[in-house]
Structures are given as structure tokens and as C-alpha cells.
């Protein structure tokens, strides 16, 4: 699996050395030279030199992983300490094992936000315009060293029109689920896998957890596999299905918890399954996704079991009011035959200027929504 992915990214044998990398560690020097006074001095030259020596190598700016350095990378990751739920809130500042989903799922990369068609992020490092509009992001609203190191420019790309497939962060998951399952070693139930972010998490925890997963994304399932094989240990034991939420009925189940695909936010793949292809409006989506669903969860968890949802009200292309999703989706899951008890307030990063001042009352958050059986 790792040739394939290597040959999807452009990684062949003479680019690096190294066990972790960018492939512009030969390329550091020189981008230490292009400072703020560097740019200012000349703005439209500087940033002609920087787009020339990122072409030169023309891979993605994100971090490259040998299978030693995923191995690697995976034991350090769960040796890392997290933010745990507290007072209802899982707080920012830990994006741990966030290059692993990078590296290891490329179709992320390439999937389209909001369903817009060349928005990707490997598009707009491919697109002359917005690689430039990067470069300068990276000399006008940075300030530290490091101004164009790959790092800093991946940071920039996501600027650029604001709008990205992203994955759950796996420490988030780790604290997330460790607050809500129930019972000690239990079996816990992610009704839609995504890019890995809660495999890596559930499987990290000193709880010995079972993670059981649907995903119906082929592309996406073979590399969820491949994590599931690198993490080794109590993973064995998990359970990875390619599958639909709607078709798979989980048995056993302790905590079911997962962040849903919105009916036409993303656009992963042009697969029969996919819910933007799917479903042709939101009714749709509720009455052949969300139902049976949860209806699949409902029966499969013990009496004592959790149902949580991480899912907020969205905003699409297509119209100008925001898709509201929550309300309903709450209100969905009563009438299956649950009770919403408590919600988990996880706090998000804002924008530079904004911040999270909760005095002022600007935190911004999604919630995680939390449900017993009647």
C-alpha cells in the first residue's frame, strides 16, 4: 500500500533519505532568505522566486512518511498527552496525528469542499493564482521565521477561499470517547470512518477499546485498512467494514459516535454510495440516510449504550440560507426512540482577529450530541 500511495503524491526513491519529510529540506536555506524585508522591498519578484523553487520540486506541502516513519509517528502519537472533555468542553490546541491523515488518505487531498470541483487543496497548490495568493498570505500575515517553509504555505493554501475537507482530529476523539462510553473496554461503533481521525484515536486509548466502522468509499476503506494494520496491537481486534451506515446493523455496541457526511457539503468520490450522489435534497438525505441509521444504531446498542453525534448547521453553494441540520437531527433521533441528554461544546480554531474570547462571547464550537436509549 505504501507504493501506492508514494506513486499518488509523486514519491519516488531519490526524494528524500529520510523517514519523515517534505521533500524541500534541500530548498530550507534558501527559504530562510526570503524575510519580510525580502518581500517587502520587492513583493511581486519575491514571491515570482518562491512559486519558481516550489515548481521545481512540485509536491504538495505536507509531511511524507516512509512505513518505519508511520510506525514511528503512530507510537509517538499515543504516547502524547491530550486535552480530556471538561465541563462539557473539549478545548483546542492539540492536532496530533493530523499529518498521519494527510499522508496516509491522498483522496482527502482531493476531495472538493462543498462540492465546487477544483477547490481541493492539491488544486490550489496546481493553480498559478492561488499558489501566489498563498506565498503572499504566508509574507503579510505571518510573524515568525519559517515564513515559507511547506508548513507555513499548506497553512496559506487552506486560506485561499476558506473552504476545506478536513478530518477529525484524533485526540478528540481519544478524550471525546473516553468521557462518554459507558464501560470500561467497550465496543465502540463510528457509523462513518471518514479519513481516520477516530481509528487512530479510539485505537490509541489505554481503554483498550474495540472500534467497529462502516465507510462505503473503496478508495478510502483500503487506506483505513492499512492504518488499522500500522497501528498493530489491541487494533487487531477491530472491526472495518465497507459498508454503508444504512445497511450494516452494529451488534453490541457500547458507544456509537461519529461525525456524519452532510448530505452536499463535500464531495469524496462520484461512487453510487456517496450521499452527495445518492440523495437529491435534504428530505432525501434524512429519510435514506439519517433514519436507517439511526434505526441500525437503536437496535444494536446495549441498553445502556451512548449515541453521539458531532454535526452543526452548514452553509453550500447552491443557496444562500445555511442547511439546518441540528435541530432535526435531534428531533430525528427521538422519534427512533432517543433522548437527548447533554451536549459536548468542542471548541474550534477562528481566524486571525478573532479569537476564542468566551468573555466576549465569540467562542465558536460545534457540539457533539449526546443520546440514551428511552
Known amino acids: ?38 518581500y517587502y522591498a520587492n513583493p511581486q519578484q519575491t514571491i515570482q522566486e518562491v512559486y519558481d523553487l516550489y515548481r521545481s520540486v512540485n509536491l504538495v506541502p505536507i509531511t511524507y512518511f516512509t512505513e518505519q516513519g508511520m510506525i514511528d509517528e503512530l507510537k509517538n502519537f499515543k504516547s502524547r498527552g491530550y ?17 498521519i491523515g494527510r499522508f496516509l488518505f491522498p483522496n482527502m487531498m482531493t476531495a472538493e469542499p462543498k462540492g465546487r470541483g477544483s477547490n481541493s487543496l492539491r488544486d490550489r497548490f496546481l493553480d498559478e493564482k492561488k499558489l501566489k495568493r498563498a506565498i503572499r498570505i504566508c509574507f503579510e500575515f505571518r510573524d515568525s521565521n519559517k515564513l515559507v517553509y511547506p508548513m507555513s504555505l499548506r497553512t496559506a493554501l487552506e486560506l485561499v477561499t476558506g473552504e ?4 477529525f482530529k484524533a485526540q478528540h476523539a481519544r478524550s471525546i470517547v473516553e468521557h462518554l462510553c459507558p464501560v470500561m473496554w467497550g ?12 481509528l487512530l484515536g479510539v485505537s490509541a486509548s489505554n481503554m483498550n477499546y474495540t472500534y467497529i466502522g462502516t465507510d462505503p468509499n473503496t478508495e478510502t476503506f483500503a487506506y483505513l485498512e492499512y492504518l488499522n494494520e500500522l497501528i498493530g496491537g489491541p487494533a487487531k481486534d477491530n472491526e472495518l467494514y465497507c459498508s454503508t451506515s444504512q445497511d450494516y446493523q452494529c451488534e453490541d455496541i457500547d458507544l456509537a459516535f461519529s461525525s456524519p ?6 464531495k469524496y468520490s462520484d461512487e453510487p454510495t456517496q450521499c452527495m450522489v445518492e440523495f437529491n435534497n435534504l428530505d432525501e438525505w434524512f429519510e435514506g440516510y439519517a433514519v436507517p441509521t439511526m434505526q441500525n444504531i437503536y437496535n444494536g446498542l446495549n441498553s445502556d449504550g451512548i449515541f453521539a453525534t458531532n454535526i452543526a448547521d452548514y452553509k453550500s453553494y447552491d443557496r444562500k440560507e445555511p442547511y439546518e441540520v441540528v435541530d432535526r437531527w435531534i428531533e430525528t433521533a427521538e422519534k427512533i426512540g432517543f433522548k437527548h441528554t447533554n451536549t459536548i461544546k468542542m471548541l474550534l480554531s477562528t ?24
Open 1 to 38: 500500500m505504501i507504493d501506492k500511495i508514494n506513486a499518488i503524491w509523486g514519491i519516488d526513491n531519490n526524494t528524500s533519505n529520510l523517514d519523515k519529510f517534505t521533500g524541500y529540506e534541500h530548498l530550507y536555506d534558501k527559504f530562510d532568505t526570503y524575510t519580510k524585508e525580502v
Open 83 to 99: 486535552n480530556h472533555v471538561v465541563d462539557n468542553i473539549q478545548g483546542l490546541g492539540n492536532n496530533a496525528g493530523s499529518s
Open 164 to 167: 476545506n475537507v478536513t478530518n
Open 187 to 198: 465496543r465502540v461503533y463510528d457509523y462513518s470512518m471518514g479519513y481516520g481521525g477516530r
Open 261 to 266: 457526511p452532510y448530505f452536499n457539503l463535500e
Open 351 to 374: 481566524r486571525p482577529g478573532v479569537g476564542n474570547d468566551r468573555k466576549e462571547g465569540r467562542q465558536k464550537w460545534e457540539g457533539v450530541y449526546v443520546f440514551d436509549k428511552k
